[in-house]
């Protein structure tokens, strides 16, 4: 799959993220289905696609005359499940404008992870709901793919690992704190260079158990925080 999420999906992903974030309660009866789409600006046939989705993944239950109710769950299956910034006031659809795509040897600031010597260089502008939230960069061990071309990358580069390199990145460790907006942030990024910024850095790791990513995000305060949920 490449570009942008498909508007179902995308819609889909915009409902489970107002699910995990609370804003759609457990046994909430969502609007009628002419309305939603209209308030979404789709129409009803993608809304229904959506809509099955949830259906699919146990998070919506449809009954025939009466509507369409939300059930929340501990696992929120979402493509973004492991994509931890949220809005202000929670959920927010995330979407990615990829900057630069370079492969190279791995500086040695960054830590051990993976065995190449070489690495695939990935910087992206994150979006909520359209809006910069943050910068990020991410390394992927050159062990796990000979080249990555920009024009092949999916919104989710987890999906195109799984999709397109054959792993799953199915653990992850993060670490939070505050660092500086990096100097090759896009100027739709408002912190300038050099200012004060949430940061997070973060080790993935495939089904296999090797360490196959690092990255490092910096984020937006006044956009974006760091949510972490255990039900």
Request: aromatic letters at 8%.
């Amino acid at each position: 799959m490449r570009g942008p999420l498909p508007v179902h999906m995308q819609i889909s992903e915009m409902l489970i993220r107002e699910i995990g974030a609370g804003r759609l309660a457990d046994g909430v009866r969502l609007p009628p289905e002419r309305d939603m789409a209209a308030g979404l600006g789709i129409a009803v046939g993608t809304l229904r696609r959506a809509l099955a989705e949830l259906t699919r993944k146990g998070l919506l239950e449809r009954i025939q005359g009466s509507g369409n109710y939300v059930r929340a769950k501990a696992e929120m299956a979402g493509i973004y499940a492991l994509f931890r910034l949220e809005r202000i006031g929670g959920g927010g659809l995330p979407t990615a404008d990829i900057l630069s795509v370079d492969t190279m040897g791995k500086p040695a600031e960054l830590p051990e992870f993976g065995l190449s010597e070489r690495a695939h260089r990935i910087r992206r502008l994150r979006r909520l709901d359209g809006l910069p939230a943050a910068v990020e960069e991410i390394w992927l061990d050159g062990g796990r793919a000979e080249a990555l071309r920009k024009q092949d990358l999916s919104e989710s580069l987890y999906l195109h690992y799984r999709l397109a390199l054959g792993f799953s990145v199915t653990r992850v460790e993060d670490r939070v704190s505050v660092a500086t907006a990096p100097e090759w942030r896009p100027p739709e990024f408002a912190p300038v260079g050099g200012s004060p910024v949430g940061f997070i850095e973060r080790l993935a790791y495939a089904g296999d158990g090797a360490s196959v990513e690092y990255s490092r995000n910096w984020f937006d305060p006044a956009v974006a925080r760091y949510v972490s949920r255990f039900r």
